[in-house]
């Protein structure tokens, strides 16, 4: 049995008596009655983006990320296209949405917010975890409070049949699903009829052309880990409530105090390395909006949950530590990713003598995301350097506060 409680904690942020007693009552209960064993890896992400955007989403994923498409699967009102690097990293699903005027949940947890609603359809939808036995977990999370899409809903829907879909997290608007799946087995996703799509395929085609005419197709690594940004009061409820759905563990908390807000790391039980199952981080504002004219205090973290929603925020990939053409891996990828015209919200930050570098890509016009790129050193075991993510969520609240502004001109004129 896994003992989710006796990972060494990092990190400085203090957390409430509420977390602390929840925190260690949870994640016992999850082992004592067998669900940490029984959920296991990240097995896939899922993004939806509105008509006409998933194929150059798909021509930036494929150069700016080690993922191949595989395959296309077509229902009634969406393209759901399956990207896989390889059974031991998740898959990277792109729904895209046949009709501009589709409505739904999803949907309206994007209209309430301002930039969110500029793309009405657009979000991260959240993960998919594999399990051994769906119908076993899917009630034991019933039991203790969790609620779930019927199947009707699902395939209305146009999800994967064979998932088991929790309703939206009211902290984070994420779902988290399960697949049944026994190791080393093929993940299946049962849903409408599958196909190449030659247009998408040709895209995918010139953009691995390009990652490998630009030197960079073996630096980039699979996902380290992915970043939800979430209003400050849910801070420790929407670790406890994904600690709860998953079987990952609390590592800890950094205070990142220059810029008002924490960064909240939790990692897989099951597998040390990140590439098999990404760290899934939280970050959160430390103080709410309405007390920022008396503190005066830099808030870029709860000024984006206003503007689009709390939802993720960016998904970090892997750059192999190394050095290439007298460059190190991080610069080379960004340069050459850069050469192509896509923009960085800054320059490369941290260094070896950090343990770690790392820069935040322009966010995505498809699907608002932020790439981030990580190089560790050596044997550097941290998560992060806090200088660095300082300056990271800086450089992230600068451009958003453009984005904003663009926005509201566009309210304006209508
Ligand atoms: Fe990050």
Known sequence: MNASTAFPRQGDKQNSAFFEDFLQ?????????????????????????????????????ALMTPYHYLVTLESESHWT????IDMNSPDFLVREVKDPNTRGIFRSLNEVYPIGASKPNSRYMGEILRV????????????????FFSQDQARKLELPGNLA????????????????????????????????????????????????????E??????DHLATRVYSQNREVAILEWLSLSSYYYWGSYDIKDQNSSTNVTKSVHHTSEIHSPA????????????????????????????????????????????????????????????????????????????????????????????????????????FAKDNVAELTHAAGVDEELMALQSQSRFDHH
Do not use: C, W
């Open 165 to 216: 879909i929790s309703k939206p997290s009211p902290y984070t608007h994420n779902i988290v699903a399960y697949m049944e799946r026994p190791r080393d087995t093929n993940r299946v996703y049962s849903l409408g009829i599958s196909k190449i799509d030659d247009d998408i395929q040709e895209v995918y085609r010139a953009a691995k052309d390009l990652q490998k005419y630009l030197g960079i």
């Open 218 to 223: 073996n630096l980039i690594l699979p996902i």
């Open 81 to 84: 296209h399956i990207l896989r």
């Open 280 to 383: 899934k981080v939280f970050t959160a504002n430390n103080t709410p909006y309405f007390v920022n004219h008396l503190e005066k205090l830099p808030s870029p973290t709860e000024t984006f949950v206003r503007n689009y929603g709390p939802r993720l925020h960016h998904i970090a990939l892997a750059v192999r530590d190394g050095e290439t053409d007298g460059r190190e891996n991080i610069d080379q990828v960004v340069r050459q990713i850069a050469s192509q015209g896509r923009d960085f919200l800054l320059d490369v930050i941290g260094s070896k003598e950090h343990g770690l570098k790392q820069i935040f890509s322009s966010a995505s016009e498809h699907s608002s995301l932020i790439i981030e790129y990580v190089q560790r050193y050596g044997d550097f075991d941290g998560f």
């Open 132 to 147: 051994d036995d769906l119908h076993s977990v899917a009630s034991r999370q019933q039991e203790r409070g969790f609620r």
């Open 25 to 61: 009552r949870l994640l016992r209960e999850r082992d004592t009655t067998g669900l940490t064993d029984m959920i296991d890896e990240i097995d896939a992400i899922m993004i939806t983006v509105d008509p006409g955007h998933s194929i150059r989403y798909i021509g930036e994923l």
